[in-house]
C-alpha cells in the first residue's frame, strides 16, 4: 500500500512539473496598451523597448521623453519637453553602453543621456535639419535628416559623442529623396537600410563605399519606423487611404533584393501609426495620432495587429 502510494505521489508530481513547464504562467502579464502621456499636445513618434523591457517613447510635439515597463500599463516622465533645448523628439534607441540617445527633430540635435536622465552630450547638425531617426554601428551613429535629406555621421564610444558631420547628401542618392525616415543597421555593421517615403522606396547604403541604391522589392517596401532582426525587415508602412499597416519582407543575403511576405491588420482609425519595437513575442507601435494632430490624449503605445 505504501508503495502504492509513493508511486501515485509520483505521478502527480512528475505530471505537475510537465505541465507548469508547457504553460508559460511564470510570464509576467503584460498590457496590450500603453497610455504614453495624457498632456494636450504632446505627439508620441518615437519607440525603443530594451531587452530587460524597460520601454521609451518620445514626443515630438513637446520634445518630453516617457519610460516605462512592458509590465505595467502606464508611462511617467523620463525628460521633460524642452529641457537642454529640445521642443520636439523623434527617434529613440539605447546604445550598447546603456546610453539613450534622442533625435531632436526640429530642433535639429542629437541627444545622449544616462540612465538617470542626466544630459551627456548634444550635437548640433545644421541650421534647418530635422533630425528624424537613427542606427548604431560598432563605433558610429547615423542619421536621418528628413529635411536636407541627407545621412550625418557621428563617432561613438562609451565615453564620448562626436560631432555630427554630414555623411551622404542628397546629391550623392540616386534617385534623389524627398523624406528620409527610418534607418537600421545589418547585424554586419556593413550596410544600412533608410527608408524614404516621398517616392515609396528603400536604399541600400556600403558603409564602408557609401554607395546607394535602391533595394529591389517585389511591392512598396519603405516606411516610418523600421526594425531589422536577421533578414526581416519589419516597416510602418503607410498604405493609403488612412491605413497604417506594419509590413515584413524577407531580405536576400547581400540586402539588395526584398520579398514582400506579409501585412499586420491596420492601425485603428485616427492612430497613425509610426515607429515600431520588439517585445519578445511581439510587436508594439506607437499611436501618433499625427495624421490629426495634436491629437487627442491619451496617446497610447499597442501591440501591431496580427503580426509578431
Excluded at 26 to 46: A, F, I, L, M, W
Excluded at 153 to 180: C, M, N, V
Aim: net charge positive; charged share 20%.
Amino acid at each position: 500500500m505504501r508503495k502504492l502510494i509513493v508511486l501515485a505521489v509520483l505521478a502527480i508530481t512528475v505530471t505537475t512539473s510537465t505541465t507548469a513547464a508547457a504553460r508559460p504562467w511564470h510570464e509576467p502579464h503584460r498590457p496590450s496598451t500603453y497610455v504614453v502621456s495624457e498632456t494636450p499636445g504632446d505627439t508620441p513618434e518615437g519607440i525603443e523597448v530594451t531587452r530587460d523591457g524597460t520601454i521609451y517613447v518620445t514626443s515630438v510635439g513637446t520634445g518630453a521623453v516617457y519610460r516605462g515597463s512592458v509590465r505595467s500599463a502606464r508611462l511617467q516622465l523620463f525628460v521633460p519637453g524642452g529641457a537642454d533645448g529640445r521642443t520636439q523628439a523623434t527617434g529613440v534607441h539605447v546604445d550598447r553602453w546603456g546610453r539613450i540617445l534622442v533625435a531632436g527633430a526640429g530642433t535639429g540635435r542629437l541627444f545622449r543621456y544616462d540612465a538617470r536622465g542626466r544630459l551627456l552630450a548634444s550635437r548640433p547638425a545644421a541650421e534647418g535639419s530635422f533630425l528624424n531617426d537613427f542606427a548604431f554601428t560598432k563605433d558610429a551613429v547615423y542619421v536621418t535628416d528628413s529635411a536636407h535629406n541627407q545621412i550625418w555621421r557621428a563617432s561613438i564610444t562609451r565615453h564620448g559623442l562626436g560631432e555630427l558631420k554630414p555623411w551622404i547628401t542628397r546629391d550623392q542618392i540616386t534617385p534623389k529623396p524627398y523624406f528620409l525616415n527610418g534607418i537600421v543597421g545589418t547585424p554586419d555593421g556593413r550596410t544600412l537600410l533608410v527608408g524614404e517615403q516621398g517616392q515609396d522606396l528603400t536604399y541600400r547604403v556600403d558603409i564602408a563605399s557609401r554607395a546607394v541604391r535602391p533595394v529591389e522589392a517585389d511591392g512598396v517596401l519603405s516606411g516610418d519606423g523600421y526594425l531589422l532582426e536577421g533578414h526581416h525587415l519589419y516597416v510602418v508602412h503607410n498604405a493609403g487611404n488612412g491605413r497604417y499597416v506594419t509590413r515584413l519582407a524577407r531580405l536576400d543575403r547581400t540586402w539588395s533584393k526584398a520579398t514582400i511576405l506579409a501585412d499586420s491588420a491596420p492601425g485603428a482609425a485616427g492612430t497613425t501609426p509610426t515607429t515600431i519595437a520588439r517585445d519578445r513575442g511581439r510587436l508594439l507601435w506607437v499611436n501618433s495620432q499625427l495624421d490629426q494632430a495634436p491629437g487627442t490624449p491619451p496617446y497610447t503605445v499597442s501591440v501591431v495587429p496580427d503580426l509578431n
